[in-house]
């Protein structure tokens, strides 16, 4: 599927980018493997988890190489996509995965916890993203595919860094892929179900949270990998601006916000018809806040 393509894969030193980096190399590609090696916190630097990806990716017959950089850096971030240009001679496709969390309840969250995961997630997506479109635009092709989460779709405790980045990560894709569809060039999201390093560090603090996570464990990140590939490949030419999911061996397709309720007053609002007549109309479609959100939906943010 992936022959004569070239891939930046970021966070692929472990989890699911190191299972999309595998696939991408077995299907064809040659591959930059970016891991800063940092701690789920976003702490430190280790170029190993990469050069390990790396060194089994050539041990299996394929091409890659291992790129150290921090893609909330916008320099660094510039050198994934120059390496891969460098050593390969083109970039094809861009898998911004790299993630961290600070996961704090809203009102212990500090704004070091908010800036280190919005720098990461959204301005990580940005900055990668921004050095390979000159790239694309040039040889008006290109596929990038986004890592959101249904944190950021339908929201999640102790996550609103997370939730808010991986929900503007969305409206990023959506207008890349309206920009840019002039010149061929392709923007999708994936909101992956999969045990990692990152959702073991979410605590269980109860039986039913417990079982929660040990039905994660059973949702592996080579399961993520197969839907990156196609995206990278071309016979994904007429899939953009799309948000996808992965369960397992499940795909499926999330639709976009859409009004689902409304209601007309020719004369006007006013704060009062609106307490008596449209929040009884309305009150049946609102979702009960006091449920988690994703347990409403039947899966678990992530």
């Known amino acids: 599927m992936l022959g004569g393509k ?22 064809g590609a040659a591959v930059v493997v970016n891991d800063l090696g940092g701690s789920a916190e976003g702490e430190g630097a280790d170029l190993s988890p990469a050069q390990e990806t790396v060194n089994d990716i050539k041990a299996a017959g394929g091409k890659a190489l291992a790129n150290g950089a921090s893609v909330a850096d916008p320099k660094g ?70 890592f959101t989460s249904t944190s950021g779709l339908i929201g999640n405790f102790g996550q ?21 569809a002039r010149a061929g060039v392709r923007s999708n999201c994936i909101a992956p179900f999969a045990w990692s390093r990152l959702i073991a560090t979410i605590p269980a603090t109860n039986e039913a949270e417990a079982l929660r996570i040990e039905r994660m464990k059973t949702m592996t990140a080579d399961k993520i990998a197969p839907l990156v590939a196609f995206l990278a490949s071309d016979a994904s030419q007429e899939v953009s601006n799309q948000v996808f999911g992965v ?23 006013t704060a009062q018809a609106i307490a008596d007549e449209m929040l009884p109309a309305f009150r049946g479609s609102f979702a009960n806040p006091a449920e988690r959100s994703g347990d409403v939906f039947g899966y678990d943010p992530i």
Not at 249 to 266: A, D, G, H, Y
Request: aromatic content about 8%; charged content about 20%.
């Open 160 to 180: 609103a860094n997370y939730s808010a980045a991986k929900l503007g990560i969305v409206g990023l894709s959506q207008s890349i892929a309206l920009d840019m």
């Open 77 to 146: 971030a510039a050198s994934i996509v120059e390496d891969a240009v460098q050593a390969f001679g083109r970039i094809d496709a861009v898998v911004n995965n790299a993630g961290i969390l600070r996961d704090r309840i809203w009102h212990k969250m500090s704004h070091e916890d908010w800036n280190a995961v919005i720098d990461v997630h959204l301005n990580g997506c940005f900055n990668v993203s921004k050095a390979a479109t000159p790239y694309f635009r040039d040889q008006q092709s290109g596929s990038f595919i986004h």
């Open 247 to 269: 369960r397992k061996n499940e795909i499926f397709l999330f639709s976009k916000p859409r009004p689902i309720r409304s209601m007309q007053k020719n004369e006007g609002w």
């Open 6 to 27: 070239v891939v930046a894969v970021t966070g692929a030193g472990r989890g699911v980018g190191r299972e999309i980096a595998l696939l991408c190399a077995k299907e």
